[in-house]
């Protein structure tokens, strides 16, 4: 039974009120761990902490806090098989997804902006014989992170690695779904050498443990990744208390297939882009449209390899569709199946909860579920289920590929599949989402900024569009 410790100071302790959470194996149903059920209490021995670790951490010189976080993620690298594991057994995603993405985008995230801190550059404007100015940008202070449960390391190390970076102290949340990976980050940053106070990782719930993150005067900056709706109450408390908040919040992200695409490869990346970690990617592209002319071709293609779909045991080589994350998370996706039905649409594949015989009979499986027949503007095509759900929509102009991909509140990411490049520029920048990725899917570069459109979310991520967030500009004007 693994018991989790909250990360405080530069030590693993207990929450003060000694309340504990049930951790379960989504590939089981069973709870194997417990986590802290941490409350304001701990959030503010949290704070304190990182206040009195602030000035000298800001202090520290760039390339000194770099090499700093080089060494976790070197730590991080070396920890691979245990990590990916462990990030299995907590998310119920397969364990090859966790070893060839989570755990080595964990490692490059401190490892990018461990190198990163030393480049970040200050500007000057020169008024020819009457003044200079150069601006500065200063830490903001102590900063709170929220992470979300579906790319658990992955996403903690995308918002911890710069505001470290740029000499912050951080107050961190993990989801309380997913905590064993932030876990185990704590062990490899007191193997690193990291301060005490740099970072505290705070285990709990929203209500208690998040909400007092958001809440307290101290912090001054919140990141945060997770549900809109999450995110509108976070604004509600924290835009009154003037903090700067990054959100990352839902998507429905379209894929728009042209005539002309290279079939082969627009299904095959489609496959993974509707199914990869159970659909349970905010990246991932739920309504798929495909001009009319290939839309049977497409079909007939995406249905037979869906086939390939393995689900079972997310611990073994072969398996493509590992759990959903929680029986609630189940629910609510079978429910979203049951409206489809009921908004007219036809049932092509899936469908079903799975029961995986062996040790995984218990888990919170399901197929790989595809309807067409759909409006697009039903709820079905409006609202983030954020499950292996997909629709399938012919479409017969540019104007209305455009129209239905526009059509939700939503403006994330989407993918467009055409040969012909100027169709593709044409229409990438009439689509409302923050990504567009043109015949690829999930190919990031970490220098470029990450975010959406609409409600799915405020502000922007990666690069310097992060290292900025963290920090505050101040100009100084020096008279000649």
């Known amino acids: 039974m693994l018991r989790i410790q909250n990360y405080l100071n530069g030590q693993l302790v207990p929450p003060q009120a000694g309340r504990y959470l049930d951790n379960v194996d989504p ?12 409350g304001p209490e701990d959030v503010a021995a949290a704070v304190a902490a990182a206040e009195a670790a602030l000035p000298a951490w800001r202090a520290l010189p760039a390339e000194d806090r770099g090499r700093l976080l080089v060494k976790i993620a070197d730590l991080i690298d070396a920890s691979l098989d245990h990590l990916a594991r462990a990030e299995s057994q907590d998310n119920g995603k397969p364990l090859s997804l966790a070893r060839v993405m989570d755990i080595p985008r964990a490692a490059s995230n401190f490892h990018f902006f461990g190198t990163a801190a030393g480049h970040f550059a200050t500007e000057a404007h020169v008024q020819e014989g009457v003044a200079v100015n150069y601006t500065v940008r200063h830490p903001v202070g102590v900063v709170g992170c929220i992470s979300p449960w579906n ?13 470290l970076a740029v000499g912050c102290c951080v107050v961190a949340k993990p989801s309380e779904i997913t905590p064993a990976t932030a876990f185990l980050l704590s062990e490899l940053c007191i193997e690193a050498g990291l301060p005490a106070g740099v970072l505290n990782i705070i285990h709990g719930n929203g209500p208690n443990c998040g909400q007092a993150i958001v809440e307290h005067p101290s912090i001054k900056a919140i990141s945060f990744t997770g549900g809109t709706a999450t995110g509108r109450h976070l604004a509600r408390t924290a835009a009154p208390m003037f903090k700067k908040l990054s959100l990352e919040l839902g998507g429905k992200n379209p894929n728009i297939i042209f005539a002309d695409c290279d079939l082969a490869a627009a299904v ?26 290939i839309y049977e071709a497409f079909k007939t293609e995406f249905l037979k390899q869906l086939q390939d779909q393995k689900i079972g ?38 469908g ?60 994330l990411s989407a993918t467009i599949w055409t040969r012909d490049l100027q169709r593709a520029h044409r229409v990438a920048h009439q689509l409302h989402s923050g ?33 900025r967030f963290f920090t505050e500009a101040q100009n100084v004007c020096v008279k000649l």
């Open 352 to 411: 079903h909860r799975v029961t995986v015989p062996g040790r995984c009979e218990g888990g919170y499986f399901l197929e790989p579920t595809v309807f067409e027949n759909l409006p697009f503007d039903c709820r079905t095509n409006q609202e983030e289920i954020f499950g292996p759900v997909v629709t399938l929509t012919p479409f017969d102009t540019d104007e209305e590929a455009l129209l239905m991909a526009n059509s939700t509140d939503y403006g």
């Open 151 to 163: 790319l658990p390391l992955y996403l903690f190390t995308w918002k911890i690695a710069p505001a």
């Open 27 to 38: 590939a089981t149903g069973q709870v194997y761990g417990q986590i802290p059920d941490s």
């Open 435 to 467: 990504i567009v990725w043109i015949n690829t899917w999930l190919h990031r570069d970490l220098r470029t900024p990450f975010g959406g459109m609409k409600n799915s979310g405020v502000g922007r991520e990666g690069g310097l569009e992060a290292l």
């Open 268 to 293: 095959a990346t489609s496959i993974r882009s509707s199914f990869a970690n159970q659909g349970q990617i905010c990246l991932c592209g739920s309504r798929i449209f495909i001009e009319r002319p």
């Open 313 to 350: 045991d997310p611990l073994e080589a072969d398996t493509k569709q590992g759990a959903l994350v929680s029986e609630a998370h189940l629910h609510k996706v079978l429910a979203y199946i049951k409206l489809a039905h009921e908004e007219g649409g036809t049932l092509l594949a899936g």
